[in-house]
């Protein structure tokens, strides 16, 4: 992985616990206003992606097949994250939504792509993703909410899913930049409609600080994807995934400093497993 790209990839994760972060910022015990800053967040990358798309190319007929999919299934893991977080603190809910993917990514990467990263890069993912999960262990020692576990694990999958399709298709189009625009604008569509459907007026925003959260997780957001997808087609998917959840060390120090999350030996022994995962990633590129 060059350099450019691993400090690109890097700043993008910590993009991605940001947003993250302002979704969680939305109040404790106030599902409803998660969802309102997830509808305005969704609402703006989809305004920014319909901006840039008519800027773009119309996208050819063998890339609406990998935009379709991806816009579904970010929306499942918008709707999913936003559950979680409803029952669980950023630095429970976030470990274990990120945690799992990388992994998931490198098995399918390796079935379905042919791409098969050598033994020291291997064990860097491997190491990275024992010490997301070690950081997430806490929710079965801590008496904490258990319900925050399926929307979780299934905003894991979406993430795989969705890492697996974008990265894909940014490269069928051979135009990531497009391929983002166009994937946030559908996703706009997708997002606010399951959102309306389920939840009705209650998703609307109600604040300015709705609006203020929703604003400034849509720009980190949208900035950290498009950075991750155009990695995507200059190093190995997978281990551009697996460089992306180091997120979840900037998500651990986010919590900590912010929402006084507590910092106990076990989180910080995961966040050492973590950098060290990073650390032999790079050493092996």
């Known amino acids: 992985m060059e350099p450019i790209v691993f400090l690109s990839v890097l700043g993008a994760a910590f993009l991605h616990a940001l947003w993250n972060a302002f979704v969680r910022g939305a109040g404790s015990g106030a599902g409803g206003s998660r969802a309102q800053v997830m509808m305005v967040l969704s609402g703006i ?65 390796a079935a379905l792509l042919n791409e098969v990263p050598n033994r020291g890069e291997v064990a860097g993912l491997v190491i990275l993703g024992a010490g997301i999960l070690l950081l997430a262990s806490g929710v079965f020692t801590s008496g904490e909410n258990r319900a925050l576990l399926p929307f979780a694990f299934a905003a894991a999958l979406a993430t795989a899913g969705y890492t697996m399709v974008d990265g894909q298709g940014a490269r069928v189009w051979g135009l990531p930049g497009a391929f983002v625009a166009w994937m946030f ?49 200059r190093a190995p998917i ?15 120090l986010i919590g900590w400093l912010w929402f006084s999350e507590p910092m106990t030996k076990g989180k910080a022994l995961s966040v050492a497993m973590i950098v060290g995962g990073i650390a032999l990633m790079r050493l092996q590129a």
């Open 185 to 233: 604008l559908l996703d706009g569509i997708f997002f606010a409609t399951a959102m309306l459907a389920f939840g009705g007026r209650s998703v609307l925003p109600t604040s300015a600080r709705i609006w203020r959260l929703g604003f400034g997780g849509a720009l980190a957001s949208y900035a950290s994807y498009a950075v991750a997808v155009w990695a995507m087609t």
């Open 45 to 109: 990358q989809g305004l920014i992606g319909l901006g840039l798309a008519l800027a773009s190319p119309w996208p050819p007929a063998a890339v609406w097949p990998w935009l379709l999919a991806s816009g579904m299934i970010h929306s499942l893991y918008k709707l999913s994250l936003t559950r979680a977080y409803a029952h669980g603190d950023l630095s429970r809910v976030y470990p274990l939504a990120r945690g799992t993917a990388p992994l998931i990514v490198l098995a399918l990467s």
């Open 238 to 252: 997978a281990l551009v995934a697996g460089l992306r959840e180091s997120s979840v060390a900037f998500g651990l």
